[in-house]
């Protein structure tokens, strides 16, 4: 009988720290990372550079079950995550604020959510996978052994998200930030289909008040006591 292949899920809002802590974890553990937010993202970049309206959600199914996309760690806290469309990095592309709010719209669409369910389980592989989003726990990955949702107020996140943008030396203000943030939050937390809130057996973790090393042990002590 093949041994099950262990799933940690990390589900939460954006700016919560949930791309820092799921790439160490995976490093840490030797896992297979799956960024699902990322896959939203990939198919509005698609969209855009093939003309494909929003609107279209025929061609935006399509569009999506023909994408090659992977994901690497890079070992760096500031950018943990390499995003590879047909071996083109979009990491950075990926990371604008535009790609952010496409995503938000596009995650809305049931038909195009089922299409890539087949995907992001693709990506369950041994030795085992960390699942990035904010439906890992509650839909795509029922079963996972470990389920944690990382939160934090949107007031810090909008705060992080700023110093980000500007020691990239991203002109940006933090009142727009916040704004975007609430806004997201709210089209994500009132969605019909799969709406971002913690799975019932989901450990939930604030993030507003520690730093990136606290919240890793804090995960990491949950993740060695459910998969012991």
Same mark, same amino acid.
């Given at each position: 009988m093949a041994k099950p292949i262990p799933v940690i899920a990390i589900d939460g809002p954006s700016g919560a720290g949930k791309g820092v802590i799921t790439?160490?974890?995976?490093?840490?553990?030797? $896992?297979?990372?799956?960024?699902?937010?990322?896959? $939203?993202?990939?198919?509005?970049?698609?969209a855009r550079r093939e003309g494909v309206d929003f609107g279209?959600?025929?061609k935006l199914v399509k569009l999506a079950q023909g994408l090659d996309i992977s994901f690497f760690g890079t070992g760096d806290p500031e950018n943990p995550l390499s995003i590879?469309?047909?071996?083109?990095?979009v990491?950075?592309?990926?990371?604008?604020?535009e790609a952010g709010v496409d995503a938000s719209k596009i995650a809305t669409i049931g038909e195009l959510r089922d299409a890539i369910r087949g995907l992001q389980r693709s990506f369950k592989q041994p030795p085992g996978l960390?699942?990035?989003?904010?439906?890992m726990g509650t839909v795509v990955f029922q079963e996972a052994? /470990?389920? =944690?949702?990382? @939160?934090?107020?949107?007031?810090?996140?909008?705060?992080?998200? $700023?110093?980000?943008?500007? +020691?990239?030396? =991203? +002109? /940006?203000?933090?009142?727009?930030?916040?704004?975007? =943030?609430?806004e997201r939050d709210k089209r994500d937390m009132g969605r019909e289909i799969a709406p971002l809130?913690?799975?019932? +057996?989901? /450990?939930?973790? +604030?993030?507003?008040?520690? @730093?990136?090393?606290?919240?890793? $042990?804090?995960?990491?002590?949950?993740?060695?006591?459910?998969?012991?």
């Open positions: 790439q160490r974890l995976a490093m840490f553990q030797g $896992y297979n990372i799956l960024d699902s937010g990322a896959l $939203y993202r990939l198919i509005g970049l698609a279209n959600r025929p590879r469309l047909a071996n083109e990095d990491t950075r592309e990926l990371r604008a604020d960390v699942a990035d989003g904010r439906d052994e /470990v389920k =944690i949702f990382l @939160t934090a107020s949107p007031e810090a996140r909008a705060e992080r998200r $700023y110093k980000q943008l500007k +020691d990239k030396g =991203i +002109d /940006v203000t933090l009142s727009a930030l916040s704004l975007s =943030i609430h809130e913690p799975s019932t +057996d989901a /450990v939930i973790i +604030d993030s507003s008040a520690m @730093t990136i090393d606290q919240v890793f $042990y804090r995960v990491l002590a949950v993740v060695e006591e459910r998969l012991d």
